[in-house]
């Protein structure tokens, strides 16, 4: 006589489950929340003070707010003279740091070397501190005052960022490529130059969503563009072009882009990245505006 399912223990049906390779390996929507510490800098710089003096206050800020997952800036958080001091307050905070941020000169051989090496040697250092690194969250620098690169110069850089890519790949990590406003002139031009000249096996996409806005461009076009090696989003708003003090409704609809990531099963990270524009009106502390926008994330990717 057949054992009826409700007399089965919880443990026997997810071994029935996973015994089933048809169903444990249908790919599901699963997103990861995340927060970005950059708005931190702005506040304290505003009062003339030191980021690295506050990593306290700012990492148990990100917890008490209800984040349990954090992108960081590998050249602030984890600088060689701060990363242990950085590894114990995410052990007493119980904070995980898959993702750290890093930019770099890409668009010259030399400068590419040189990039490489400081991007190993962040990577290295954080699984050192902390035990923990997927990915690194990197940003080609612009030429000054947004000149525009030269077709070889964008020849360059997206062979540079392969061989980052590569090199990461050795050390069991990967690559999520980010964007400012500057890559977006000229109907995409450098942007669109890298998605087209690397590797979409080894170089991710961590697109922000804002930026590609301020550039000028369709927010939900580039989404479309990258859904296939899309790993990451950062998330900001604004109104009437100004950024605003939390996650909110404003002049992006996250919901349509909620819409296309469940219809495509994403299941990278979305991280809150607050900033802020001189025109920022700023009426709530910064813990409250932050737990108020990843509160705001799960219910419109929820």
Known sequence: MPVPISH???????????????????????????GQAYVWSQHFGRRGQKLEEHFDEVLGSFQRAGYSTLELVGASFFAPEFAERTAGLLRKYKLKVPVVYQGGEMHTEAGAEKTIAAALDLVRRVRKATGLLEALSFNANPLPQRARKSDEQLK?????????????????????LHQHAPEMAENAREWRHVLANTDPGTVKICLDTHWVLRGGEDVMTHVREATSRLASLHLRNSRNGIWIEEFADGD??????AAHLRAHQYRGYLVV????????????????????????ARRVFA
């Open 156 to 176: 360059i850089q997206a062979a540079a960022i392969n061989r980052l890519a590569a090199e990461l790949k050795r050390e069991n990590a990967y690559v999520m």
């Open 8 to 34: 089965l223990r919880r443990r026997d049906l997810l071994a029935a489950f996973a015994a089933t390779p048809a169903l444990a390996a249908q790919p599901r929507y699963q997103p990861v929340f995340a």
């Open 252 to 257: 992006i609809d996250y919901r349509e882009i």
């Open 273 to 296: 990245e607050l900033a802020y524009d001189k025109e920022t009106e700023i009426t709530a502390p910064l813990e409250s505006s932050l737990r108020r926008s990843l509160d705001y």
